[in-house]
């Protein structure tokens, strides 16, 4: 399988001295394409700070982050933007809609950012599988919780980035909602051929990667190669 | 100075003709790229000019990739048929070596431990041709020779037809077996014979993996988006660094029991219903038992054409 994401001995180091905050020390990581792989930690643990360095949203003390082969933080930051934009979706726990936008021009926002022609069937396609047909015209404010994180998923596919982050993507959810939206995340991951790395606290959500990554003190305990 | 006013306006001039001349360029090699994104790129025109030579340059990559693809295609299909023969081939001579062995086992006079001996034969034959028919399933579904039509069912008849299967099993190993169906009906898109199977499979892994006196149930819950399948047992629990394997082909817990199963069961469960647009989860306490849960799409129209990965 092809390597999409790779890091090598990435840190980041806050402070200095005594005061110094490890919190990434030394994460080598390889994630295959098409995969969906979760990372947990307690918090703290320095996941977050992980995904902001694959995403290219902060650079990192030392180490690099690969995606496709081109290592990000060799871009100044205006190719580093552009970059992101292309091949990384992002997922929060807030789902940053926006609110005077119906739906589906909530899901087009990024293509239409770009000045790109909208891909109409693959957009169909999507709004589909993440169960959207009916709520298009829909503002974001009629929506459940569930249903807008699903046009955030739906957003974050739409641009066909090459790797999608999401960052406890069901933070504000209950505990079904959540299994109905991570289920839906991982079909459409499976669907389009999307990479997948997920942050969760939360074991069980953890479970439905193929691979889960456990870190602790800003350092991978186990999980990092299967 | 009417020179040098000439001079503006011819450079001027020469400046506009390439820049529309650029532009013409890119727009055409944009149109060239969806045209080959498409698959009807033909090289338009020949004449000395640079694009000519691109578009000759790429009409020929695109043919070599074309051909590799058909060269692709190509093994893949003596593959598909090999598996079928290999599927048809062995079938007689498997059901043979069964049926002789239970023929040896029937003749009188034989010495005492030759029955055992016959008997092993064919449980060993038996063995095999279960394999080998999960094999030629597998490769059938993963090469798109079985296409899975998932439709509108109710997945509590699924469960109870899977838990019918698993009776006659589960009686022999002192397992109970339950389901309470909910009162109101619960509708899922699925294709009904091959999630039967994944069910069935999953159902008989729970009664394998649980000692006589215990329970396997099933719990059907309706989600938004899915409707949630649990198969609950009180056997023997995964280890949790086994749990993200039990789905792999050939897996097989470290203390299974040594005569049964060879690790394929779960595998074919998890292709059919991830190929239903569905997913599986499994939780489990080592010692305590496990929870399979199969989420089948749930009824609502979108889902209906949600086509699968398999056609």
């Known amino acids: 399988m092809n390597i999409v994401l790779r890091t090598v001995g990435l840190k980041k180091h806050y402070g200095a001295g005594e005061n110094m905050v490890r919190a990434l020390d030394g994460v080598s990581l390889a994630v295959e394409e098409g995969a969906f792989v979760s990372v947990v930690g307690t918090s703290g643990s320095g996941k977050s700070t992980l995904l902001?360095?694959?995403?290219?949203?902060?650079?990192?003390?030392?180490?690099?982050?690969?995606?496709?082969?081109?290592?990000?933080?060799?871009?100044?930051?205006?190719?580093?933007?552009?970059?992101?934009?292309?091949n990384i979706g992002f997922v929060f726990q807030s789902y940053n809609l926006v609110p005077v936008l119906n739906a589906e021009e909530n899901i087009l926002l990024p293509i239409r950012l770009d000045g790109n022609a909208v891909d109409g069937a693959y957009i169909e396609k999507i709004i589909e599988t993440l169960g959207l047909s009916e709520k298009r015209q829909s503002l974001p404010g009629q929506l459940s919780g569930g249903q807008q994180q699903r046009v955030a998923i739906a957003r974050a596919l739409a641009a066909k980035p090459s790797i999608l982050l999401a960052d406890e993507p069901t933070g504000n959810l209950d505990s079904r909602t959540s299994l109905d939206v991570l289920g839906l995340l991982k079909v459409s991951g499976e669907r389009f051929g999307q990479t997948i790395v997920m942050i969760t606290h939360n074991e069980e959500f953890a479970q439905m990667a193929e691979r889960i990554i456990h870190i602790e003190d800003g350092r991978i305990l186990g999980g990092a190669s299967r | 100075m009417i020179i040098g006013v000439a001079a503006a306006a011819v450079c001027l001039a020469v400046l506009l003709l390439y820049r529309g001349n650029t532009r013409r360029t890119m727009r055409r090699l944009d149109e060239m790229l969806d045209e080959a994104i498409r698959g009807d790129f033909a090289a338009g025109r020949y004449d000395e000019?640079?694009?000519?030579?691109?578009?000759?340059?790429?009409?020929?990559?695109l043919s070599a990739s074309r051909l590799k693809k058909g060269q692709i295609e190509h093994e893949?299909?003596?593959?598909?048929?090999?598996?079928?023969?290999?599927?048809?081939?062995t079938k007689t001579p498997i059901s043979n070596i069964v049926l002789y062995a239970q023929l040896l086992n029937e003749q009188e006079g034989l010495p005492a431990d030759a029955g055992a001996l016959a008997g092993q034969i064919a449980g060993g034959a038996e063995k095999l041709n279960f394999l080998i028919q999960s094999l030629v399933k597998i490769s059938r579904l993963e090469s798109g020779i079985i296409k899975l039509s998932p439709q509108r069912g109710e997945p509590a008849a699924l469960i109870a037809d899977a838990m019918e299967d698993c009776a006659a099993k589960a009686r022999r190993r002192g397992v109970t077996l339950r389901f309470d169906a909910p009162p109101e009906p619960i509708f899922a898109v699925f294709d009904a014979r091959w999630c039967a199977e994944a069910l069935y499979n999953i159902l008989d892994n729970a009664v394998k993996y649980t000692g006589a006196g215990g329970e396997v149930c099933a719990v059907l819950t309706a989600y938004e988006m899915f409707v949630r399948i649990d198969v609950r047992?009180?056997?023997?629990?995964?280890?949790?660094?086994?749990?993200?394997?039990?789905?792999e082909r050939f897996w097989r817990g470290k203390d299974s029991p040594a005569a049964e199963g060879v690790g394929i069961g779960l595998y074919l469960a998890r292709e059919i219903i991830v190929g239903c647009g569905g997913y599986v989860k499994v939780r489990s306490e080592y010692g305590k038992g496990s929870v399979f849960s199969v989420?089948?799409?749930?009824?609502?129209?979108?889902?209906?054409?949600?086509?699968?990965?398999y056609s």
Do not use: W, Y
């Not at chain 2, 000019?49 to 990559?61: A, D, G, T, V």
């Not at chain 2, 047992?233 to 789905?247: L, N, W």
């Not at chain 2, 989420?295 to 990965?309: G, S, Y």
């Open chain 2, 49 to 61: 000019s640079q694009l000519s030579k691109i578009e000759s340059k790429m009409s020929r990559f």
């Open chain 2, 76 to 89: 893949q299909d003596k593959l598909r048929a090999l598996i079928s023969d290999i599927s048809h081939q």
């Open chain 2, 233 to 247: 047992d009180t056997g023997r629990g995964i280890r949790e660094e086994e749990i993200a394997k039990v789905f």
């Open chain 1, 52 to 86: 902001h360095m694959l995403g290219g949203l902060d650079r990192p003390t030392d180490g690099t982050v690969e995606i496709g082969g081109k290592d990000i933080f060799a871009m100044d930051d205006d190719a580093l933007t552009i970059f992101r934009r292309r």
């Open chain 2, 295 to 309: 989420f089948l799409p749930a009824d609502n129209c979108d889902k209906m054409r949600i086509a699968n990965r």
